[in-house]
Structures are given as structure tokens and as C-alpha cells.
């Protein structure tokens, strides 16, 4: 009975995951109190995000003008203080669940970066849309 009762919680648990078997979904990585997940390359992966995104209070998108992702943009974000809290390669999708609280965010891509400071308060999302000039074909 315990285990019958604990496959139908896991077999619940995997239908109500819209869309996205678990081999779609992103690894959720925990550094110290910041939680992030990063993705978005194919539909499958974009709808597991999308599933999951409430949960993030900092929402990254990372593209070029014409709206195609960009994966492998280097994210930094620093506290009030100027110290990094986390460093990581990301995209196109990235968030990150944050103590509340003042930030300066930084993307870079092919040696071009850009910064935005957010104000993370309780119960708001801050979005961040990065875009890089077209890229054009070599």
C-alpha cells in the first residue's frame, strides 16, 4: 500500500508537467541562497521554463536583435557591495530565485556585455532582455 501510494503521487506528478519528459528539463542548480535554472534551446525545453518560471523572481532572456537565442552568455550578479554572488554561463532563458534586494546583472557575449541594476521586492519579477547586435554569417 506505501508504494502503491507513492507511484500514483510520482505518476501524477509526471503528467502534470506540461508537455516535457524529464530529459527536457534543465538541472536546477542551488548556490548558497540563490536557485537558478537556465535553457530554452527547443520547444520542449522553452515549455518546461515557462511551467516553472513563477517560481524565479530574475527572468533573463538573452537574443540577438532579430529575436534568435543566444545560448553560453556569461551572467554575472553582484550585490550592493560589488561581490559577485554568482557566475555562470547561461541562455537563451535564465532565472534565478534571489534574496531580495539590490543587484548589478551583466551579460557578455563575444566581448560585448551589458548591465542593468534591479531592485528584486517581494513578490515582483524582475525581466532583463538582453539583445546583441544581429548576428550576421561569417
Given amino acids: 500500500p506505501k508504494y502503491l501510494l507513492l507511484l500514483t503521487a510520482l505518476f501524477t506528478l509526471v503528467l502534470n508537467i506540461?508537455?516535457?519528459s524529464?530529459?527536457?528539463f534543465p538541472d536546477v542548480i542551488r548556490a548558497g541562497d540563490i536557485t537558478y535554472t537556465s535553457g530554452g534551446i527547443g520547444d520542449d525545453e522553452k515549455t518546461a521554463l515557462d511551467a516553472v518560471g513563477k517560481q524565479y523572481n530574475l527572468h533573463i532572456?538573452?537574443?540577438y536583435s532579430n529575436g534568435e537565442y543566444i545560448e553560453d552568455v556569461n551572467i554575472?550578479?553582484?550585490d550592493n557591495r560589488g561581490n559577485a554572488v554568482l557566475r555562470t554561463d547561461a541562455g537563451p532563458i535564465f532565472y534565478a530565485?534571489?534574496?531580495?534586494g539590490k543587484y548589478v546583472v551583466e551579460g557578455s557575449f563575444n566581448g560585448i556585455s551589458y548591465r542593468?541594476?534591479?531592485n528584486l521586492k517581494k513578490g515582483k519579477t524582475s525581466n532583463i532582455d538582453f539583445?546583441?547586435?544581429d548576428?550576421?554569417?561569417d
Fill in 18 to 20: 506540461p508537455h516535457a
Fill in 22 to 24: 524529464a530529459g527536457d
Fill in 61 to 63: 532572456l538573452s537574443a
Fill in 76 to 78: 554575472v550578479i553582484s
Fill in 97 to 100: 530565485a534571489l534574496p531580495l
Fill in 116 to 118: 542593468q541594476v534591479i
Fill in 131 to 133: 539583445r546583441w547586435k
Fill in 135 to 137: 548576428n550576421e554569417p
